[in-house]
């Protein structure tokens, strides 16, 4: 490849990014992976990213912190959204900023109402459920 062919992939493979982030905050695997997907070399993509974060257009952080803000409306736990997270190739997070025990209480309420189960399978079946939101056995003992 020219030196001119390697500078306009450069161009076009930080333009695609910069669009992509745009729309929403990426991590740096995410931006990675799409980057890949639409046929850039790696060189070029390392490049831009390293340009994209030094102008703070990218920042794993701030992408982080938008992630758990909008999980944690979601009503999803924090077990569910750490992993979500480390797939996303974050590894340093701060859960500790919600209450994990009042949302958990919430998701089971507006799901299932306020009235305690009845039986053991309906609270099995709460249980269950925010187990699969990504909530603790801690959180999910103090929603009842």
């Known amino acids: 490849m020219s030196q001119n062919q390697s500078q306009n992939?450069?161009?076009r493979c930080y333009s695609a990014a910069l669009r992509m982030l745009m729309r929403r905050e990426h991590s740096q695997l995410e931006l990675l992976t799409k980057l890949q997907a639409k046929g850039f070399d790696i060189s070029a993509i390392n490049d831009s990213l390293l340009i994209l974060i030094e102008q703070n257009y990218q920042s794993d952080e701030r992408f982080s912190e938008a992630f758990i803000l909008m999980r944690h409306n979601q009503g999803k736990g924090p077990l569910k959204i750490a992993s979500e997270l480390k797939q996303r190739g974050i590894n340093k997070f701060n859960l500790d900023v919600f209450d994990w025990?009042?949302?958990a209480k919430?998701?089971?309420n507006k799901k299932f109402g306020d009235t305690?189960?009845?039986d053991f399978n309906d609270q099995a079946k709460q249980k269950r459920f925010l187990q699969s939101r990504g909530f603790g056995f801690d959180e999910i003992n103090e929603a009842f």
Do not use: G, S, T
């Open 9 to 11: 992939q450069k161009n």
């Open 101 to 103: 025990f009042k949302l």
């Open 106 to 108: 919430e998701v089971r």
């Open 116 to 118: 305690p189960p009845q």
